[in-house]
Nanobody, 120 residues
């Protein structure tokens, strides 16, 4: 069994910062890809940052230069540092990971999401 749990959401002022965490737990052999997504009310879900096993991170144009994704391989935890927040960053942020368990094929595991609200 593998679980993915996000934390760190909350209320921030425009121009402020928040750091989200995505903790992956269970019998994990290898994590291939980790993706942070967000969905605002009335809008489609969008990917904001994708970490690949090669160590590269791709960012959506809307967050480049403001958001930074990192991964702690020892803790099996991904982080999304969000700076210079804007009201349009308000959304539910969720994490998913393609995880390989010993003796199984890779599959995608999803977290429940955490609310980020940017407002003065």
């Amino acid at each position: 069994q593998v679980t993915v749990v996000e934390s760190g959401g909350g209320l921030a002022q425009p121009g402020g910062s928040l750091t989200l965490s995505c903790k992956m737990s269970g019998r994990i052999f290898r994590i291939n890809t980790i993706t942070w997504r967000r969905q605002a009310p009335g809008k489609e879900r969008e990917s904001v940052a994708i970490f690949t096993s090669g160590g590269n991170v791709d960012y959506a144009d809307s967050v480049k230069g403001r958001f930074t994704m990192s991964v702690d391989n020892v803790k099996n935890t991904a982080y999304l540092q969000m700076n210079s927040l804007k009201p349009e960053d308000t959304a539910v942020y969720s994490c998913s990971a393609v995880i390989l368990r010993s003796g199984s094929s890779p599959r995608t595991y999803w977290g429940q999401g955490t609310q980020v609200t940017v407002s003065s």
